[in-house]
């Protein structure tokens, strides 16, 4: 497929940015993997104990009413009601640990893998982009070729892209959308701008601007003795509070009741 382009010699800048943009994006997520992979476990384990401890604080609050009250406590009603109130703590916590695994035990692309896969990814942009190419909106079989790209590129996997260009060309060829295309961007100046914005904006949010972190090798070490003095801190504060429900339930004389099946 030859793509034709319009006079405006801006064109070349929009398509360079286009990619920087997508490539930066890419280079973030390799970042938030990277992070998780240095940070990750004692991250999780921290709100794995902060969750801990906001539940032991609403179990000490049921505890304090019920004994303010003189009532028993129907344990397994009560059960009930902290697991809801803190079923949307309990989902984070998965999908923390869910994320933390997967960036855990994901791969490292090699050199050539990484730059073979701009060179093909280059090629695939200007047959597809959507942001170049109106077509890809229109017909769901390359909006789903396109999301497969994008996939492929985050990922450096050369054998994906590689087969894909192929499927590309022949969807193009099937769906009669081969040959010259010329390419209308009447707004191609505000276009320019609003990916100038979107690279700014990447570059100067997390995770990019960990990256800096991460390449530090003393402020890594930093960052994992603070992370470790603060998981500390959160278990010493669980401890307590177990303490402190065991001693209402000792001392204060608050019977718990377990209904009979």
């Given at each position: 497929?030859?793509?034709?382009r319009?006079?405006?010699?801006?064109?070349?800048?929009?398509?360079?940015?286009?990619?920087?943009?997508?490539?930066?994006?890419?280079?973030?997520?390799?970042?938030?993997?990277?992070?998780?992979?240095?940070?990750?476990?004692?991250?999780?384990?921290?709100?794995e104990?902060?969750?801990?401890?906001?539940?032991?604080?609403?179990?000490?609050?049921?505890?304090?009413k019920a004994?303010?009250?003189?009532?028993?406590?129907?344990?397994?009603?009560?059960?009930?009601?902290?697991?809801?109130?803190?079923?949307?703590?309990?989902?984070?916590?998965?999908?923390?640990?869910?994320?933390?695994?997967?960036?855990?035990?994901?791969?490292?692309?090699?050199?050539?893998?990484?730059?073979?896969?701009?060179?093909?990814?280059?090629?695939?942009?200007?047959?597809?982009?959507?942001?170049?190419?109106?077509?890809?909106?229109?017909?769901?079989?390359?909006?789903?070729?396109?999301?497969?790209?994008?996939?492929?590129?985050?990922?450096?996997?050369?054998?994906?892209?590689?087969?894909?260009?192929v499927l590309?060309?022949?969807?193009?060829?099937?769906?009669?959308?081969?040959?010259?295309?010329?390419?209308?961007?009447?707004d191609?100046?505000?276009?320019?701008?609003?990916?100038?914005?979107?690279?700014?904006?990447?570059?100067?949010?997390?995770?990019?601007?960990?990256k800096?972190?991460?390449?530090?090798?003393?402020?890594?070490?930093?960052?994992?003795?603070?992370?470790?003095?603060?998981?500390?801190?959160?278990?010493?504060?669980?401890?307590?509070?177990?303490?402190?429900?065991?001693t209402?339930?000792r001392?204060?004389?608050?019977?718990?009741?377990?209904?009979?099946?």
């Amino acid at each position: 497929m030859e793509l034709a382009r319009t006079d405006n010699n801006r064109y070349d800048e929009y398509e360079a940015l286009l990619v920087e943009r997508d490539r930066l994006r890419k280079e973030a997520g390799q970042i938030w993997t990277m992070y998780l992979k240095t940070f990750g476990r004692l991250m999780t384990q921290i709100f794995e104990e902060k969750v801990a401890c906001i539940r032991q604080k609403k179990l000490i609050g049921y505890y304090q009413k019920a004994l303010n009250r003189g009532q028993a406590i129907d344990a397994e009603a009560l059960e009930a009601q902290l697991n809801k109130e803190m079923a949307e703590y309990q989902k984070q916590l998965r999908q923390m640990i869910t994320d933390e695994k997967r960036c855990r035990e994901s791969g490292t692309s090699t050199i050539y893998e990484a730059e073979r896969s701009k060179v093909l990814y280059r090629r695939l942009v200007k047959l597809l982009h959507p942001d170049i190419h109106p077509e890809t909106d229109r017909e769901e079989r390359l909006r789903e070729l396109w999301a497969r790209i994008v996939q492929a590129y985050g990922q450096n996997d050369v054998k994906a892209l590689s087969e894909l260009e192929v499927l590309v060309r022949a969807a193009l060829e099937e769906l009669k959308i081969d040959g010259r295309i010329t390419v209308e961007i009447p707004d191609l100046v505000d276009r320019i701008a609003d990916v100038r914005r979107e690279i700014e904006e990447i570059r100067t949010t997390e995770p990019y601007t960990w990256k800096a972190e991460l390449e530090d090798e003393k402020a890594r070490e930093e960052k994992i003795q603070a992370l470790e003095k603060e998981l500390e801190h959160y278990r010493d504060y669980h401890r307590q509070l177990d303490e402190a429900a065991e001693t209402i339930l000792r001392e204060g004389g608050l019977e718990l009741v377990w209904r009979m099946n």
